[in-house]
């Protein structure tokens, strides 16, 4: 059997770039997006010996950025050869710069490889870098698999994602690519309906975790006096965040903390809530790392997202996997997008309204704070043991090998 050769197509970026673009950006690139694409390379890295290749379109866009010119440069870290595409951050020029590029990378790339077994993977929502792709995949014949992780359109942070495009013409080029892929990776079986409308192959991985585990313990001891709850991500009034922070302040325990970081169209209404609420911390846009390692320390984490909004359908937040992946406990919204084999390992929040969540966060601070602590060592077990990378990716590659 040919020995295979794995190109991602996406906005992923190596250790390096992703440190640059952190120290120099205007709007910091989305984090979440980052690591649930590194993971992913990373999980390819171990099924594939030699190597995987990112072909990537770097996530800045002329707002976020002030650089204008983008030379093409390479970066390689933990078996994984990242090729950024030059470009010149200006609206509809990069996209111009980036399609054509991707076109002739992707080309090059298959008539290079010629003699491995060729796996061509993309991130369906970039679409310049992704578009470029599959016109040289289907003048090559090489089939083509794709990641969905949202819906065209139901973003509610879109901004970075359209790269300067017009959204209503981002939506309807994306969408339209999105119909003609020959495998799909869907995060719920409902986006299958939407994206999938020739039945091609799919298979649902509503997200995945590091192979190698959190590498911070979480130990009981280390839980301080105060009783921290955790939520990070979007701040976002669809994501339910107003709900979370009136249903806290109704709270009457003075020892708990509500500790929120994250950036979204919510910031401004933020010292309002800490200036009625001395237990309300808002820490804004923080490195991951960061993040993580405060996750560990939480008593409870939590996703007030709330079920009724049309994108929940399509979407599983990547927080839920990180949260688990934590130790720290969950409490979510019972998402439609959720599978039932989560239900035994996270705290399901049924009442969505400001008195049902007050109830549910009294009832779990309730709790003995070991049982809280166990609860959440048993979420972590099961999201390693079932929901790694190493295995998430291994499933990506039974679909698409031919």
Known sequence: MKSPKLLYVSSLCGPGMQKYLWETSIIKPRQAVQKFHRLLSEGFAMHVPEGVDVLSSIPITSLSHARRWWRSSTEQAGGIRYRYL????????????????????????????????????????????????MVSAKLMKQK????????????????????????RLHKQLVSYILTHFDYYIILTRQMNEVVNPRKKPFIVMEGLVDDKGNQLENT?????????????????????????????????DETVRLHIY???????????????DSR????????????????????????????????VKYSFPSKNMDYMASGTPLLTTALPGMPEDYY???????????????????TLLDKHSSELYKFGVKAKKFVLSNKNNRLQTKRILDLIVK
Not at 149 to 165: A, K, S, V
Not at 229 to 247: D, R, V, W
């Open 86 to 133: 030059t470009f010149i951050n200006l609206p509809y020029i990069k996209n111009i710069f980036i399609f054509l590029l991707s076109m002739m990378s992707t080309l090059r790339w298959i008539l290079t490889h010629k003699a491995h077994q060729q796996y061509v993977i993309c991130d369906g929502l970039i679409l310049s870098v992704t578009a470029g792709c």
């Open 344 to 362: 035994d390992y996270v705290y399901l929040l049924k009442d969505e309204s400001i008195e049902g969540f007050r109830i549910c966060l009294e």
């Open 280 to 311: 309300i911390n808002y820490f804004g846009l923080v490195p991951n790392d960061v993040v993580v390692k405060r996750l560990t320390e939480a008593t409870l984490l939590i996703n007030p997202r709330p079920t009724k909004e049309e994108f």
């Open 220 to 252: 009981f001891e280390e839980k301080g006096r105060e009783r921290i709850i955790i939520y990070a991500g979007g701040i976002y009034e669809e994501y339910g965040i107003k709900t979370l922070i009136k249903a806290f302040m109704q709270l009457k």
């Open 262 to 276: 994250g950036k979204g169209d919510m910031e401004n209404d933020m010292p309002k809530y800490l200036a009625l």
């Open 144 to 167: 083509v698999a794709v990641i969905v992780t949202d819906l065209p359109g139901l973003l509610i942070d879109n901004n970075q994602m359209t790269g300067g495009l017009n959204e």
